[in-house]
């Protein structure tokens, strides 16, 4: 977790048993956005370890907490990585995950986070995963004002404007309105 982050995802979810399928769905979706379908499996399973270790056998009495689930790309791993936001009961790392790319921290937040790494596919590293490009939305684009030649047309008067508005809501196959 020490190169720089060169994507990030994340979601809030509630500490409950319905995480695990919400984070596989968010998974699944990222992975495919940013092209590395191949790692889909690994880090399903990543995912579902972690999340099933910090949610465990929830309290139906006690009030849910929320949980941010993060995908991170840098350097030459996915990190996957779960902020809690109680003190208590202290994390534990699942066995199937232990080793040097794994653990569990106290953040000065006093939250704990719980992350693991998963490699990269041989030959690419983070700098070189195609990454989806985001463009202006269409309700972006709906609430920008109109450009300046059409603002200021003075031959654009409230009739033409609609004529234009209903030919656009018809049915190609309906006959123009007269």
Same mark, same amino acid.
């Given at each position: 977790?020490?190169?720089?982050?060169?994507?990030?995802?994340?979601?809030?979810?509630?500490?409950?048993?319905? &995480?695990?399928?919400?984070?596989? @769905?968010?998974?699944?979706?990222? @992975?495919?956005?940013?092209?590395?379908?191949?790692? /889909?499996?690994? /880090?399903?399973? *990543?995912?579902?370890?972690?999340?099933?270790?910090?949610? $465990?056998?929830?309290?139906?009495?006690?009030?849910?907490?929320?949980? @941010?689930?993060?995908?991170?790309?840098? $350097?030459?791993?996915? *990190?996957?990585?779960?902020?809690?936001?109680?003190?208590?009961?202290?994390?534990?790392?699942?066995?199937?995950?232990? $080793?040097?790319?794994?653990?569990?921290?106290? !953040?000065?937040?006093?939250?704990? @986070?719980?992350?693991?790494?998963?490699? !990269?596919?041989?030959?690419?590293? *983070?700098?070189?995963?195609?990454?989806?490009?985001?463009?202006?939305?269409? *309700?972006?684009?709906? &609430?920008?004002?109109?450009?300046?030649?059409?603002?200021? &047309?003075?031959?654009?008067?409230?009739?033409?404007?609609?004529?234009?508005?209903? $030919? !656009?809501?018809?049915?190609?196959?309906?006959?123009?309105?007269?």
């Amino acid at each position: 977790m020490r190169d720089q982050t060169v994507q990030v995802d994340d979601l809030k979810l509630v500490a409950l048993p319905s &995480a695990i399928n919400c984070a596989d @769905l968010f998974v699944r979706f990222t @992975l495919v956005e940013w092209r590395v379908e191949t790692m /889909v499996p690994d /880090v399903r399973r *990543a995912t579902e370890a972690l999340i099933t270790s910090v949610v $465990g056998n929830p309290d139906k009495k006690a009030t849910p907490t929320m949980l @941010l689930f993060r995908l991170r790309l840098s $350097g030459n791993t996915l *990190a996957i990585e779960i902020e809690d936001d109680r003190r208590t009961p202290t994390l534990s790392l699942p066995r199937s995950l232990s $080793g040097p790319n794994s653990g569990v921290t106290m !953040l000065s937040t006093g939250k704990q @986070l719980i992350w693991t790494e998963v490699p !990269l596919p041989k030959g690419m590293d *983070a700098t070189v995963v195609p990454l989806p490009r985001r463009g202006t939305t269409r *309700a972006a684009a709906a &609430a920008a004002p109109p450009p300046a030649e059409i603002a200021g &047309a003075e031959d654009l008067s409230p009739d033409v404007m609609e004529r234009i508005l209903e $030919g !656009l809501r018809r049915d190609h196959g309906d006959p123009p309105r007269i």
